[in-house]
């Protein structure tokens, strides 16, 4: 009996050295890519994780980052090249991801989240992790949520403070069929377009306006093409941090764990640097002449666009959309007190 005892020991111990010399023979350079440029929050973000990766790693790992959609005219075609594992670590907005893992379009459902603290309480919580684990199945590892923002309507003809006013304006959107339906179910006219085609077409005039978060409007330099800038606060918009699944199966279990371990943790700073950034560049492009509209009326919106829950709780299950919901978002703590002074 002790022998056995001791041989499973010796056993355990054999897998552990293994394990650790494993982890510290492989090496590896990795591509990671996006479509945003290097000051965007998703870049500032990505170079946290490679310095961090590098730093614990002790340089056996080293990510290169690829901003402005040097590894892919589009999210959609980087998606595609990371499941192929030409690229390993792509950050998205959950737009083309959906025609990957469809689950997590739900995201895109408009007017789904109250605040940035619901956001937190669902992303982080048993909803967001289901999300990212869908996708392992279609060949990607999603590791965590980092964040695009919540995305606001922009054009260059009407300062837009009701649904009613927006009717009628030819925007661009993404390829999704979510958004698609939202804009068309509250009269507008959305038209797909492919990101490098955007800038262009909105100079030319060939559609009136689009809609992003603050951060893409402004590393986009939209401003000089577009006149409003309406908060709709219409989609909270997410962007899943992830690896090709050919890739991260590659490597050691210790670096795997470090990985996951090291997106959450960025996560937190990213979101946060999205968030505190945001009235900073509103103030900065409302001086370069922009109009900020901010007494906008998105109970008309989301009145506007209530008719497409038809169409996604059969898409998503009503129950789902539901627990999104409902979830509810932690007390805030309480400032400590400070200890009583001596006498």
């Known amino acids: 009996m002790k022998k056995s005892i001791v041989v499973t020991i010796m056993a355990m111990v054999v897998l552990l050295v293994a394990g650790q010399v494993g982890a510290a023979e492989f090496k590896a350079t990795m591509k990671m890519g996006s479509t945003q440029p290097s000051d965007h929050p998703y870049m500032v973000g ?70 940035s603290a619901h956001v937190d309480a669902v992303l982080d919580g048993p909803i967001g992790k289901q999300l990212l684990q869908d996708m392992d199945k279609h060949g990607i590892v999603g590791m965590a949520f980092w964040e695009n923002g919540f995305r606001h309507l922009t054009n260059s003809k009407v300062a837009v403070k009701t649904a009613a006013q927006g009717k009628g304006l030819k925007i661009r959107t993404m390829e999704n069929k979510v958004h698609l339906l939202a804009w068309k179910t509250a009269g507008l006219n959305p038209t797909p377009m492919a990101w490098g085609e955007l800038y262009p077409a909105l100079q030319q005039g060939v559609i009136d306006g ?128 400070a200890a009583p002074k001596k006498k």
């Open 46 to 115: 990505a170079q946290k994780f490679s310095d961090l990766i590098k730093q614990r790693t002790n340089g056996r790992i080293v990510i290169n980052l690829y901003p402005s959609s040097q590894l892919g005219k589009g999210e959609r075609e980087m998606v595609e090249s990371m499941k192929q594992g030409i690229i390993e670590l792509v950050v998205s907005s959950t737009g083309p991801l959906g025609g990957f893992s469809p689950s997590i379009n739900i995201l895109d459902i408009p007017y789904l989240f109250r605040d």
């Open 210 to 337: 689009q809609e992003n978060p603050v951060a893409v409007f402004y590393s986009a330099k939209f401003w000089e093409v577009q006149k409003y800038f309406s908060l709709t606060y219409h989609v909270y918009s997410p962007a899943p941090f992830m690896m090709s699944k050919k890739k991260f199966q590659a490597m050691p279990k210790a670096d795997q764990e470090l990985f996951m371990k090291t997106a959450l943790e960025v996560a937190a700073f990213q979101r946060k640097l999205n968030r505190d950034d945001e009235e900073k560049k509103l103030k900065e492009m409302a001086a370069k002449g922009l109009t900020v509209i901010r007494d906008v009326d998105r109970a008309s919106f989301a009145k506007a666009m209530e008719p497409g829950y038809a169409e996604w709780n059969k898409d998503f299950g009503k129950e789902k959309i539901a627990a999104i919901v409902n979830t509810k978002a932690p007390a805030a703590k309480a400032p400590a007190k």
